[in-house]
């Protein structure tokens, strides 16, 4: 019998018969790559495999910045590509000039250019009566008739609809008291031909935190195997990955900065994923590192006041896309 280092169930061999890979196989396959549940190391059950497949990964891979960037640079086909719509914690803006400037877009296939593009979510855009320029809405987010009259909008006339679903639109409109004028025809670019130049907001929420503290553990029972994580002092960060449970202080936190010294610039930076272990800085908890085709770096706090010390808890790789093999870092500095 073995016990899972996630829901503490133990359970026979054979329910360990899935790999547990540290790096999501949906982020790229390497040489001999970092797995759970080898003879030596039986850590996650299979029923928690499904899980983390089915509820954590899924979304990581399809909604987040370094999901989409695995499109471009190759670990995925375009017309893989499933497109999750206004529900995508992605949301693209045009921004620039043009008849279409401010509107909003998710990201879906072409199937005629074999790449994906942006595609225009059900919206609403108002003149304003001074400047004659157009303000745009989603159709939860349209305010009240007066409200847009007080801004200045027009509601009557020239009001411009952008999607998919028309009836929607009037719909949304009609439910907050607006029956307009639609303009009829608006000029819109050749995809072909004309490149849209767009900007990007990105909700991180708690099921993508969750998948990237997953790496970082599973980092962590990799190199110092399924006994030692079970211990009591990693059930905090153990049940959050698992069940979602949330403490006061967050887990994860967010930076722009490579993890990596010798990448100063956001600009030029190595297509790998990098992730490390180590003593935090007042050398009593044990935190990880995590980017993901070295985009974003998390910083994961696996363990809070640790009692003891391990000699060779300092650890990273990075996982290179170009040949596929993973290399061992070199620490310079305490995290």
């Given at each position: ?6 829901c503490?169930e ?19 396959l390497?040489?001999d790559?970092?797995?759970l549940n080898?003879?030596?190391n ?9 899980y ?13 910045i ?10 995925r ?11 995508s ?6 921004i620039?000039?043009?008849?279409l ?6 990201l879906?296939?072409s ?15 108002f ?11 989603l ?14 909008f ?7 609809a ?7 639109i ?22 072909k031909?004309e ?13 993508i935190l969750?998948?990237?503290a ?35 202080t967050?887990?994860?936190?967010i ?29 009593l ?11 974003l ?6 363990a ?9 808890l ?22």
């Amino acid at each position: 019998m073995k016990k899972c280092i996630y829901c503490l169930e133990s359970k026979p061999e054979e329910s360990f018969a899935k790999a547990e890979h540290v790096i999501p196989q949906s982020f790229g396959l390497f040489q001999d790559n970092f797995t759970l549940n080898q003879p030596h190391n039986k850590a996650v059950c299979d029923d928690c495999n499904q899980y983390f497949g089915d509820n954590l990964e899924i979304d990581l891979g399809r909604d987040t910045i370094e999901g989409i960037s695995r499109y471009e640079y190759g670990i995925r086909k375009p017309k893989d590509f499933k497109s999750l719509g206004n529900r995508s914690r992605i949301q693209h803006k045009k921004i620039a000039e043009g008849v279409l400037k401010g509107t909003f877009y998710y990201l879906a296939y072409s199937q005629e250019l074999n790449q994906i593009t942006p595609k225009p979510l059900p919206q609403v855009g108002f003149q304003n009566k001074a400047s004659s320029s157009y303000t745009y809405f989603l159709l939860d987010d349209i305010p009240d008739k007066t409200e847009l009259e007080n801004q200045g909008f027009d509601c009557a006339a020239n009001v411009r609809a952008f999607g998919n679903s028309f009836e929607a639109i009037e719909q949304a409109l009609a439910a907050k008291g607006i029956f307009p004028g639609f303009q009829e025809e608006i000029p819109l670019p050749d995809q072909k031909s004309e490149k849209m130049l767009v900007e990007f907001e990105v909700s991180v929420d708690s099921i993508i935190l969750r998948a990237i503290a997953k790496i970082a553990f599973n980092y962590l029972a990799y190199w110092q195997g399924a006994e030692f994580v079970l211990q009591d002092v990693f059930h905090p960060i153990r049940f959050y990955i698992r069940n979602g449970e949330r403490r006061e202080t967050p887990f994860v936190q967010i930076r722009d900065k490579s993890i990596l010294i010798d990448e100063p610039s956001q600009e030029f930076r190595r297509i790998i994923h990098v992730v490390t272990v180590n003593w935090a800085q007042n050398g009593l908890s044990i935190i990880s590192q995590v980017s993901l085709l070295n985009y974003l770096s998390y910083t994961v706090q696996l363990a809070m006041n640790f009692p003891g010390q391990i000699l060779n808890l300092r650890k990273g790789h990075l996982f290179n896309l170009g040949d596929h093999k993973i290399y061992e870092l070199t620490a310079q500095n305490k995290m």
